[in-house]
């Protein structure tokens, strides 16, 4: 609205509708060509930043070969790229102005390889490296500081352990697939030294296993029941009562007075 109270705005929109077919109005060539010599801009505001945010969206394409754009970040010119990208996956999620991203606007993203889901987009970029992995190992044995094609896939598995129920059945399948353990090493072999403990107890009627016991199979029982007792209060109740019941005294005895 002008000073004098006049409804520029309204009446520059009005003539981008008639032009555009969308409303009755007199816009003869004439009249087009004089508002063309001052610079009319006959897209709506709106379509106008799509060309706009697209653009930029293709020169970010062009030059770091793909559209995983950071949320914050911005073109040299100023442009909030990453926020207008999260934006248009808002949009296209939850079906909302799809006057602003029409299914044409829609293909054109797909065509520059748009990431519409984040996590989705994060899962299969882990994922295949994880599969590259194990067809070279056979296995998912990673170590927390393990690294492929560039990815921290050990710490990418940790933290799927720690959030398993948020997976679906589907990645959870995928991933067992390529054999994910999704108990840590650790709890693996906490599970087998209690095992040997109560087969141990089975065997000679009592708990008290020696220093130096050694399993059939190897596996230093008498060591691991030790490290149980040293580092009892680091355990968990579950662990500790698991133990207790085993009749394996988690309280340090006075080794001199025993003697």
Not at 7 to 29: D, E, P
Not at 165 to 194: D, F, N, P, V
């Amino acid at each position: 609205r002008t000073k004098e109270g006049y409804s520029l705005g309204n009446w520059i929109y009005t003539q981008r509708k008639v032009r555009a077919g969308k409303q009755f109005g007199n816009l003869t060539k004439e009249r087009i060509a004089k508002l063309d010599e001052i610079g009319m801009i006959w897209e709506s505001v709106r379509d106008a930043s799509w060309k706009k945010n697209f653009r930029a969206a293709e020169e970010y394409r062009e030059k770091k070969g793909d559209l995983n754009v950071p949320a914050a970040y911005k073109t040299e010119t100023g442009i909030n790229l990453g926020q207008w990208i999260g934006n248009v996956r808002t949009y296209r999620k939850n079906g909302i102005y799809t006057n602003y991203l029409t299914e044409e606007r829609i293909r054109q993203l797909d065509g520059l390889g748009m990431i519409w889901s984040q996590p989705d987009y994060l899962f299969e970029r882990n994922y295949a490296a994880c599969l590259s992995y194990y067809r070279k190992h056979g296995n998912l044995n990673v170590r927390a500081d393990e690294c492929e094609d560039g990815i921290r896939i050990g710490a990418w598995v940790r933290s799927l352990r720690r959030k398993a129920e948020s997976l679906s059945e589907e990645q959870k399948s995928r991933l067992e697939e390529i054999g994910i353990q999704w108990e840590s090493k650790y709890e693996t072999a906490w599970r087998k030294g209690c095992a040997e403990a109560e087969r141990y107890k089975k065997e000679h009627g009592g708990a008290e296993i020696p220093c130096g016991y050694v399993t059939a199979e190897g596996f230093r029982l008498g060591a691991w029941v030790r490290r149980q007792i040293e580092k009892a209060d680091k355990l968990d109740e579950e662990k500790r009562e698991k133990l207790r019941g085993l009749g394996i005294a988690l309280e340090k005895e006075d080794g001199w007075e025993k003697r």
